[in-house]
């Protein structure tokens, strides 16, 4: 029993339609890069989402390839050779596309939203919260890498710190060993005495003259 063939039109935008998106761009990438591979060929291929996001898969240099493509353009912008036969098969460059992309910068960054509706302002606003977002966790993740080395530096300073007081410690031993300290001599204090001395301790008289005689 055969598949049932899908019909193909258009989807209302939501999340149906971007992972539908999602999913037909990485298949479409897949078999580029297959042809590129198989075939030895040079394939680029260049996406444009509703919401105006661009993806690109290109087999080497995408300017360059896109610098061959616009030298292989004859003087009405086809394909030298393309055969004239089939005049409606014309490959606009894409110098639009690029810049409808760099209006898609400048509306990410708030500029020139004249012209968009209320559900892509939306999908815009989704957009940039998103990006918030990741900016935010980004930088805490720096903040907290930021930190942990400080505290890494400081263990480390810590450490020398210990070691040096370690060093200075085993000198002042070596010192005290290889040259000790005299050892002070003390002398007994000199006794003095407070007693005044008295008649008994000391009666020394001094005189002076003859001796004295009594006969006369």
């Known amino acids: 029993m055969g598949r049932n063939k899908i019909e193909i039109k258009k989807m209302e935008r939501g999340s149906s339609s971007q992972s539908t998106y999602v999913k ?4 479409l990438f897949k078999k580029a890069r297959e042809l590129s591979t198989l075939c030895d060929a040079e394939v680029a291929v260049i996406l444009f989402s509703s919401t105006g996001e661009m993806n690109q ?3 080497g ?3 360059a390839l896109i610098r061959k493509f616009k ?3 004859g003087p009405n912008n086809t394909p030298a050779d393309e055969p004239k036969e089939q005049p409606n098969m014309q490959v606009d460059v894409p110098r639009q596309e690029m810049q409808k992309h760099d209006l898609k910068k400048l509306q990410s960054l708030g500029k020139n939203l004249t012209g968009m509706d209320l559900q892509e302002l939306h999908a815009l606003e989704q957009k940039l919260n998103e990006g918030l977002l990741c900016i935010k966790e980004r930088k805490e993740q720096i903040l907290l890498e930021e930190i942990a080395r400080c505290r890494m530096q400081e263990m480390h300073a810590m450490q020398e710190i210990e070691n040096l007081s370690r060093q200075v410690e085993g000198f002042r031993s070596f010192f005290k060993s290889a040259y000790p300290m005299p050892v002070p001599v003390s002398y007994p204090p000199r ?14 008289t001094l005189c002076l003259g003859l001796p004295f005689s009594g006969g006369q």
């Open 57 to 59: 898969q290109c087999s």
């Open 61 to 63: 240099d995408l300017m």
């Open 191 to 204: 006794m003095t005495s407070n007693v005044e001395p008295t008649e008994k301790d000391s009666n020394t």
């Open 71 to 73: 030298n292989s353009l």
């Open 24 to 27: 037909r761009r990485l298949g």
